[in-house]
């Protein structure tokens, strides 16, 4: 049954339904992520209610993909043994119908990216996270990237991102001051957050692991999952910014927001609008 968000937005479940059924289900969730990211990324999936596991080496990431509810990728520090990683486990998760989200960061940046990207967009992830310059660049466009950073907006990408889900059959999240989801036929925009996020490293790539926590927990609507992730992090970051200083003191009080929120407080704060 189709339920509404309290904006309208018509959505499966709503975010705060999600949450708690992901909290309720506690799902494993295994990250093949940078090392710049593991800490924090594992620290907030604890916080909002899901169990991590960073599992990489090729000589055990595909056995583990089997047992994981899900699966996120993430390209930021690729080197041959990490790519062998992901791809075992890519594959396995594909092959057991598992869900798994790819990050494909600053994939347009070297050739060695490109290819390592290329190989891991066969093996059909079910969702994918990036911010506009690498959506852009993957929907075979020109971008205005350097580095890991993004020079396009949000609404830059929104034309790519649609074409993206529908060519592979997938829901594609956008993130930037306004994110932006999509599976190709319905879209919305995600409003909230805070200017200091992206003061703080690897926020971006803990929010690919708490969606893979969302699709673990509805692995049939990526779509919910997706929104319902990208609202947490909106909501628990505007909530954070209210007390802290600097960034240095956002990220334990984003983790603490985290925490806290609850499936009723999130509906109730979330903005989510049809795009």
């Known amino acids: 049954m189709q339920t509404t968000t309290p904006l309208g937005t018509p959505l499966e479940e709503t975010p705060g339904q999600l949450l708690a059924a992901m909290r309720t289900k506690n799902p494993l969730v295994q990250n093949i992520t940078n090392f710049v990211a593991m800490n924090i990324a594992a620290n907030v999936m604890l916080a909002a209610g899901a169990s991590p596991a960073m599992v990489h080496t090729k000589e055990e990431a595909g056995e583990f993909a089997r047992i994981a509810a899900a699966l996120t990728v993430n ?12 791809k075992a486990a890519a594959g396995a998760a594909s092959e057991a119908g598992k869900p798994w989200v790819l990050d494909p960061v600053a994939h347009y940046a070297t050739a060695y990216r490109r290819a390592a990207v290329g190989e891991l967009m066969e093996l059909r992830p079910t969702v994918i996270r990036g911010n506009a310059s690498e959506i852009i660049a993957l929907a075979g466009s020109r971008s205005s990237g350097h580095g ?12 790519s991102a649609i074409a993206l889900a529908r060519q592979n059959a997938c829901v594609i999240a956008v993130t930037g001051e306004v994110d932006f989801v999509t599976d190709g036929r319905r879209s919305v925009r995600v409003l909230g957050g805070s200017a200091l996020m992206p003061r703080v490293t690897a926020l971006g790539c803990s929010l690919t692991c708490l969606t893979g926590a969302f699709a673990a927990t509805v692995p049939d609507k990526p779509f919910e999952a997706t929104v319902a992730a990208l609202a947490m992090f909106a909501v628990a970051g505007e909530e954070a910014a209210l007390t802290a200083s600097g960034p240095g003191f956002f990220s334990p009080i984003f983790l603490d927001r985290l925490a806290a929120l609850t499936g009723e407080s999130l509906d109730a704060q979330a903005r989510i609008v049809a795009a």
Do not use: K, R
């Open 75 to 86: 390209i930021g520090t690729l080197s041959p043994d990490f790519l062998a990683g992901m």
């Open 148 to 159: 890991v950073d993004s020079g396009d907006s949000v609404m830059a990408a929104e034309g």
